[in-house]
């Protein structure tokens, strides 16, 4: 953290020193876990979204919440234009220095608020007097935003338009904004597993960690006065059952496991082969959700014939989301696809193909029926140090 030591008392000094040791206390994990989503087979279908609605934000304030949403890309996501709000860090000399973005503190309307119908009225008029009209809860206006507003539109022309979907959760950061944000050391990293989770007793409702978060993937509870996030599954998770998010998953999208152990599917994709990349890296906290960037079919020339030399997808954006790592990436599937298709053999794309679903969850493969219903609610996670 850029600290300018000049102007500091040495009350001041000794301040920041316990500031800076109680986070990186907060930050430290034992292990990682990760979780990889494969852009290629995302078909948009929500299954993830609606099996994580059910498991935690069906109620208490939570329903106007998407811990997994899936946005269409190019598109302006949810919170609206989140990509442009800020936060996270500027990061400096080879990161030896994490100087804090300001960000912007994304509204409910921005998020998408819970939409309120008028049953009653159009079931208590005469036919076709009244239609059916949604209205935000927060003030009674019409809707004009929502989780999945811009679904499908994408970008480009005909015959070359293009669109991807994209599957996001908190990206459980190895260095989270919203931990240094955070006055009440309410949010911190589990030791065991590193995900990033928020003390609900702690929580005093300042919302600092929504400005700090660059994803925009933490939202305010208007019930219970608390910040809320997805907490990959950690109950699930102890219990070596994966997330619910991947287990819906229709398409075999996503794998989830350890990155730092080298006999993991994750860290295969990520550190071996290279073709797993994080969003928006440019942030500075490191995520560990990591996406297997779209290969696109090929432009159309202006004779309807398909011109390799020129990717649907503007590599641009492609750079724009993932960094420049995306070019070695897409080149490595591309020659990997190619081997295959002349009859070879590539590790690479078996595992993309996933064949084998519960390979998928490292060891997070356990049948969830077996689990133990209502995990026990407190007091398992409390850090040492960290007084009131």
């Known amino acids: 953290m850029a600290v300018e030591e000049k102007v500091l008392t040495d009350r001041e000094k000794e301040l920041a020193k316990t500031f800076e040791a109680t986070k990186d206390m907060l930050r430290k994990s034992d292990h990682q876990v990760g979780m990889v989503m494969d852009l290629n087979k995302c078909i948009g279908c929500q299954l993830c979204s609606m099996a994580c609605k059910t498991l935690w934000t069906s109620f208490e304030g939570r329903e106007y919440m998407w811990w997994n949403k899936v946005n269409t890309m190019p598109g302006k996501g949810s919170p609206k234009d989140w990509e442009k709000m800020g936060g996270g860090y500027k990061v400096l000399f080879e990161g030896k220095v994490m100087e804090p973005v300001q960000g912007k503190h994304p509204t409910r309307k921005e998020f998408g608020d819970l939409w309120k119908f008028n049953w009653n009225e159009v079931v208590n008029s005469k036919a076709g007097d009244v239609h059916l009209q949604a209205k935000n809860q927060e003030d009674d206006s019409v809707p004009d935003w929502s989780m999945n507003w811009d679904e499908d539109q994408g970008a480009g022309t005909y015959p070359n338009s293009f669109y991807f979907y994209l599957p996001r959760i908190c990206n459980h950061c190895s260095y989270p904004a919203c931990v240094d944000a955070c006055p009440r050391n309410a949010i911190y990293k589990r030791e065991t597993d590193g995900a990033v989770v928020i003390d609900q007793d702690r929580c005093k409702g300042y919302r600092f960690c929504l400005e700090a978060c660059p994803y925009?993937?933490?939202?305010?509870?208007?019930?219970?006065?608390?910040?809320?996030?997805?907490?990959?599954?950690?109950?699930?998770?102890?219990?070596?059952?994966?997330?619910?998010?991947?287990?819906?998953?229709?398409?075999r999208v996503r794998w989830v496991g350890f990155v730092d152990k080298p006999e993991s599917i994750i860290y295969k994709l990520v550190k071996v082969w290279k073709v797993a990349l994080p969003l928006h890296s440019e942030f500075g906290t490191n995520p560990n959700v990591f996406y297997i960037p779209p290969l696109a079919p090929s432009r159309l020339d202006d004779s309807g014939k398909i011109d390799p030399t020129k990717p649907r997808i503007p590599r641009d954006y492609l750079r724009y989301l993932f960094g420049p790592e995306v070019d070695k990436s897409l080149e490595v599937m591309q020659t990997e696809l190619d081997k295959v298709r002349k009859g070879g053999k590539s590790e690479l794309m078996d595992i993309l193909i996933a064949r084998e679903w519960?390979?998928?969850?490292?060891?997070?493969?356990?049948?969830?029926?077996?689990m133990e219903r209502k995990p026990a609610k407190a007091g398992i996670y409390t850090r040492p140090g960290i007084k009131e």
């Open 358 to 370: 519960k390979k998928m969850f490292d060891i997070f493969d356990k049948d969830p029926a077996i």
């Open 216 to 251: 925009k993937v933490i939202y305010f509870n208007f019930v219970t006065d608390k910040s809320m996030k997805c907490i990959f599954c950690y109950p699930r998770l102890e219990q070596n059952v994966a997330n619910a998010c991947a287990r819906q998953c229709t398409a």
